[in-house]
């Protein structure tokens, strides 16, 4: 546990995932989504605003947390700012949820996220198992945009 939040530089280059780290977080999307899709009629709508603010708070804290470890292990630099269309899509869906609810938004976050999550689901950069804090906030803020 120790080395839970190490950072080295190698991290995103030779894959160490096994298949059951690779593809157990796909099955815990895809039975979220299930789940949600059987349960959207028979929850009521505070209980829906509940998971859609939890799931929201974990996004914000997932992405907010990627910042402050690389922040830790490298220093301020320009590519702390992270366009990545992942990180573009949590900051937008966010701010989706916590601030300004528009149609507009909310249709260019669906396709962002979308597409940005499933390209990198499928074909993951992280390499670490999960021993290791990068291998969990990337799963899970990939599988929170779906």
Request: a neutral charge; proline letters at 2%; glycine letters at 6%.
């Amino acid at each position: 546990m120790k080395n839970f939040f190490t950072y080295f530089p190698d991290m995103y280059e030779e894959s160490e995932l096994t298949q059951l780290e690779y593809i157990g977080p796909l099955l815990i999307g895809i039975l979220m989504i299930i789940l949600f899709y059987f349960l959207k009629n028979r929850i009521s709508n505070r209980a829906k605003n509940v998971i859609i603010f939890t799931l929201g708070g974990v996004l914000a804290i997932s992405e907010l947390s990627d910042k402050i470890w690389v922040y830790a292990n490298q220093g301020w630099h320009w590519d702390m700012l992270s366009l990545h269309l992942c990180s573009i899509s949590a900051i937008l869906g966010v701010y989706i949820i916590f601030f300004k609810q528009s149609r507009l938004l909310f249709g260019i976050w669906f396709f962002w996220s979308l597409q940005g999550a499933f390209q990198a689901l499928l074909s993951p950069t992280v390499t670490v198992g999960v021993e290791y804090y990068k291998y969990w906030q990337f799963f899970t803020h990939h599988v929170l945009l779906i």
